[in-house]
Nanobody, 123 residues
């Protein structure tokens, strides 16, 4: 059974930082797998935040997080991370990690999803 488990969310003041983790089990990522972070704020649609190929050769960011967020992975731990710096109140959302066998997509066309972790940024 494939599981993606996010952790690291919480409450932080504007300008602060958080590091999200997504640990995968039941699945061995090949170099062609795409791993991504999405987020969904109340009343809004889920949106792509950042993604990478498990090989590490391709990384994409949404424009609104460029220069602030960094996605990375640890092959040995089968884990993907999202380092979030200079957080803004508008970053408040539930953050989800997702995985797919066909590389990175900025749409929600992923095979596996985590349960989400809440990030709240106070002003």
């Amino acid at each position: 059974q494939v599981q993606l488990v996010e952790s690291g969310g919480g409450l932080v003041q504007a300008g602060g930082s958080l590091r999200l983790s997504c640990a995968a089990s039941g699945l061995i990522f090949s170099r062609y797998y795409g791993l991504a972070w999405f987020r969904q704020a109340p009343g809004k649609e889920r949106e792509f935040v950042a993604g990478l190929r498990w090989s590490g050769l391709s990384i994409y960011y949404a424009d609104f997080v460029k220069g602030r967020f960094t996605i990375s992975r640890d092959n040995a731990k089968n884990t993907v991370y999202l380092q979030m710096n200079s957080l803004k109140p508008e970053d408040t959302a539930v953050y989800y990690c997702a995985a797919r066998s066909g590389g990175i997509a900025t749409t929600s066309d992923y095979d596996y999803w985590g349960q989400g972790t809440q990030v709240t940024v106070s002003s």
